[in-house]
């Protein structure tokens, strides 16, 4: 095993402890995506998970059309996910831990790099492109998607990648 490895299995294993003790229900995990993974918390936990990570912002400010997903986004150091945006969600990101670069745009050329810090919030509105980036450590983030399609929630098929350092 890298160093690599080792740090990215024990961050894992320490943001499920620390989920599970703040007793948050994860619904499903991926650590096998090529810029780290994530979370996904019980959609029933939403309020509670707005309150341990958003400031106690009330779900009812967060909706668009009724439906919210929490999840805890893992980005590894320099490592980016895809340039992309979506059709049915917008999303809001807070960073927990560490630093990482976040790229928005209207279009589909990247803006400019902003660097957030722990604590910093970053609101995307739906159809607007984004990419989050790893910088020279782990970056760890709570983030809200927030359906706009109450007849058909987005889900991660609601990806359209405009540009993939993967592939994908």
Same mark, same amino acid.
């Given at each position: 095993?890298?160093?690599?490895?080792?740090?990215?299995?024990? *961050?894992?294993? @320490?943001?499920?402890?620390?989920? !599970?003790?703040?007793?948050?229900?994860? /619904? /499903?995990?991926?650590?096998?995506?090529?810029?780290?993974?994530?979370?996904?918390?019980?959609?029933?936990?939403?309020?509670?998970?707005?309150?341990?990570?958003?400031?106690?912002? /009330?779900?009812?400010?967060? !909706?668009? /059309?009724? !439906?919210?997903?929490?999840?805890? %986004? *893992?980005?590894?150091?320099?490592? &980016?996910?895809?340039?992309?945006?979506?059709?049915? &969600?917008? @999303? #809001?990101?807070?960073?927990? !831990?560490?630093?990482?670069?976040?790229?928005?745009?209207?279009?589909?050329?990247?803006?400019? %790099?902003?660097?957030?810090?722990?604590?910093?919030? #970053?609101?995307?509105?739906?159809?607007? &492109?984004?990419?989050?980036?790893?910088?020279? @450590?782990?970056?760890?983030?709570?983030? #809200?998607?927030?359906?706009?399609?109450?007849?058909?929630?987005?889900? @991660?098929?609601?990806?359209?990648?405009?540009?993939?350092?993967?592939?994908?």
């Amino acid at each position: 095993m890298t160093i690599d490895t080792l740090d990215k299995t024990a *961050l894992f294993s @320490e943001t499920e402890q620390q989920l !599970k003790q703040q007793h948050f229900n994860i /619904s /499903s995990q991926d650590q096998d995506r090529p810029w780290g993974g994530f979370f996904v918390i019980d959609e029933a936990q939403a309020q509670d998970f707005a309150n341990t990570y958003f400031d106690n912002m /009330s779900v009812d400010e967060l !909706k668009i /059309s009724g !439906k919210l997903s929490p999840k805890i %986004l *893992l980005v590894a150091p320099h490592k &980016r996910l895809s340039w992309q945006y979506h059709h049915r &969600r917008a @999303e #809001i990101w807070k960073v927990v !831990k560490g630093t990482v670069g976040v790229v928005t745009s209207d279009t589909d050329e990247e803006g400019e %790099l902003k660097v957030l810090g722990t604590g910093d919030l #970053i609101t995307l509105r739906q159809g607007e &492109r984004h990419r989050l980036v790893g910088l020279d @450590e782990w970056g760890v983030l709570a983030e #809200i998607w927030q359906h706009t399609d109450a007849a058909n929630p987005s889900n @991660e098929d609601d990806i359209v990648r405009v540009q993939d350092d993967f592939g994908r």
